[in-house]
């Protein structure tokens, strides 16, 4: 598996509640993976990143491993610090709890969707997703060009949302403009799938069973839409 470090998965719960650091270790599908000189990846997030609804392999970060492995890329199954009802001080607290390598070839950030839903001051996730992003950098090895971030979903184009569609895109578009900024200025790829999470409304296939997360397919289209760029990254 990951030659003496356990896959850190955190276990997801609900979507607003429950900031307590749970880890366990997945044995599922390994043999999708080599692990003779593999490459790293980290993904750092919420519900969005540890697949609220989905299966451990169906999230964006195993299948997008799945796909570099696929492009002769090989990587070990991926780290995943992320837990359902994550905010950004909630992320800050679990990584500084977390025994992590020093170093990964890829690292990913996507957070904030309950600093929104929870109402928590826009300066204070300003605040702390920069904390956060400086993080990941020095997980990649002090590199930038090494992580990426991905966009809040919008979660007003489920059926969990949709009654306060025009409120929630609202705000997201605010913390998705914070967010993109501090990319910009940490010299950070940053990628918009929100457009993507909107087609969720007419297209119930791309929300999972609990009619808020994004479905095993929705997942793909991330991966698809950014594919050629992260290739680029760790080749």
Same mark, same amino acid.
């Given at each position: 598996?990951?030659?003496?470090?356990?896959?850190?998965?955190?276990?997801?719960?609900?979507?607003?509640?429950?900031?307590?650091?749970?880890?366990?270790?997945?044995?599922?599908?390994?043999?999708?993976?080599?692990?003779?000189?593999?490459?790293?990846?980290?993904?750092?997030?919420?519900?969005y990143?540890?697949?609220?609804?989905?299966?451990?392999?169906?999230?964006?970060?195993?299948?997008?491993?799945?796909?570099?492995?696929l492009?002769?890329?090989?990587?070990?199954?991926?780290?995943?610090?992320?837990?359902?009802?994550?905010?950004?001080?909630?992320?800050?607290?679990?990584i500084?709890?977390? +025994?992590?390598?020093?170093?990964?070839?890829?690292?990913?950030?996507?957070?904030?969707?309950?600093?929104?839903y929870?109402?928590?001051?826009?300066?204070?996730?300003?605040?702390?997703?920069?904390?956060?992003l400086?993080?990941?950098?020095?997980?990649?090895?002090?590199?930038?060009? +090494?992580?990426?971030?991905?966009?809040?979903?919008?979660?007003?184009?489920?059926?969990?949302?949709?009654?306060?569609?025009?409120?929630?895109?609202?705000?997201?578009?605010?913390?998705?403009?914070?967010?993109k900024?501090?990319?910009?200025?940490?010299?950070?790829?940053?990628?918009?799938?929100?457009?993507?999470?909107?087609?969720?409304?007419?297209?119930?296939?791309?929300?999972?069973?609990?009619?808020?997360?994004?479905?095993?397919?929705?997942?793909?289209?991330?991966?698809?839409?950014?594919?050629?760029?992260?290739?680029?990254?760790?080749?």
């Open positions: 598996m990951f030659h003496l470090k356990p896959i850190i998965v955190i276990v997801a719960i609900q979507l607003s509640i429950g900031c307590n650091l749970n880890i366990a270790q997945s044995n599922e599908n390994i043999n999708l993976f080599k692990t003779e000189a593999a490459l790293k990846y980290l993904a750092l997030g919420d519900s990143t540890i697949g609220e609804g989905v299966e451990l392999t169906e999230t964006y970060p195993y299948q997008l491993a799945e796909k570099l492995r492009d002769s890329l090989t990587f070990i199954p991926p780290t995943i610090v992320a837990k359902t009802g994550w905010r950004t001080d909630d992320l800050i607290q679990a500084d709890s977390s +025994n992590l390598d020093e170093s990964y070839n890829l690292v990913s950030l996507l957070i904030g969707v309950n600093n929104q929870q109402g928590k001051s826009v300066r204070q996730y300003k605040i702390e997703f920069k904390t956060l400086k993080i990941a950098i020095q997980y990649a090895g002090d590199n930038p060009e +090494n992580v990426f971030v991905l966009s809040i979903p919008d979660y007003g184009y489920t059926p969990f949302g949709k009654k306060e569609q025009e409120k929630i895109s609202k705000e997201l578009i605010e913390y998705n403009a914070i967010n900024q501090i990319c910009n200025e940490l010299n950070v790829s940053w990628f918009n799938i929100t457009d993507i999470s909107k087609k969720g409304i007419n297209e119930p296939q791309l929300v999972a069973k609990d009619g808020l997360h994004p479905s095993q397919e929705q997942y793909l289209i991330w991966i698809e839409s950014i594919y050629k760029d992260i290739k680029l990254k760790v080749e």
